[in-house]
């Protein structure tokens, strides 16, 4: 099967994982994150950590689940 390099398509349906593919992806998951903390939708303390807010609760949130995790797989 054939596909267009650098898109939707080949990355997320098609799986393909060249730089070029890859590369999209980063810019399309950056773009939508940075969308979602200027327009005030982010889950504070859940994801809010990973869209990029700093605030009191989305910190506390991930450094409660940092511990956790190094905990979990600490030797």
């Not at 810019?27 to 969308?35: G, I, L, P, S, T």
């Amino acid at each position: 099967m054939s596909h267009v390099h650098g898109t939707y398509t080949a990355y997320a349906r098609v799986g393909c994982r060249c730089d070029r593919c890859r590369n999209y992806q980063n810019e399309r998951v950056k773009k939508a994150r940075a969308e979602r903390l200027a327009e005030g939708r982010v889950a504070h303390g859940t994801a809010g950590w990973d869209d990029g807010c700093r605030c009191n609760t989305c910190t506390t949130s991930h450094r409660a689940a940092y511990r956790d995790y190094y905990e979990r797989t600490k030797r």
